[in-house]
């Protein structure tokens, strides 16, 4: 009996051996092949680097600033952009509204996302300046200085960027697309319905320029930026 016992538990440590040695085997096949797999594209493991497992995302650091590049044709930029056939003259205001409404939030979320804080501040934070108010203010803001009695002038504080004829036409058309007789205002504003069509108006505005001029889409929502609540 204990001969037995003995043969039986010599069989089962040397299957043992085996199954961990073909474990480590195969593991070693699967390092090597992703090496080769990874290693020179751009945007995974280094080009060149040789050590296995070193994964490099494509993040924004002091590290690999410089080699995160887009070329011309190839940004994220197009990938966000309607396409090229659109005619922005025949798009309707609340249609530049809600794709403005998006990037407004987005380079809101953007600006407070570092350095990082509980999900819950974060989101009081970005709440309480993409709500219409807020954007109801910086478009009041942008009028005033835009202005015929204003033009000229600037504020002690900052600058303010002053609007084209072009840019207050879309604005224009962005209050008149919620009017006091469209029943889309908000419940939450009430009878409020100056405020909201403020709001669409400011997004509208954000909305045509992020299609057709990104460098003034930059300027407006930095402008908008001093306006904000301070980076902490």
Known sequence: MQSKTRTKLIFLTRRRVL??????????QLCLLAE?????IDGGIRKGEKSHWTWTP?????????????????SLLDALIPAKSCDVTQMSPTT????????????????YAWPSRRTTAYRDIVVGIVRAETQSEFLLKL???SSEEAKGKKDETFDTPLLSAEELNICRRGRNAVGKNSGRTPKRLGADQNVYQDSTAWEALLGYLYITDAVRCKEILEWAGTQMPPIR
């Open 143 to 145: 009028l005033l200085y």
């Open 19 to 28: 199954n961990l040695s073909l474990l480590v085997f195969f593991s070693v």
């Open 36 to 40: 080769a797999s990874f290693v020179g």
């Open 96 to 111: 530049l509204a809600y794709v403005g409404d998006a990037v407004y939030e987005l380079y809101v979320r953007s600006r």
């Open 58 to 74: 494509m993040i924004r650091s002091a590290s690999n600033q410089d080699e995160i590049r887009h070329s011309e044709n190839d």
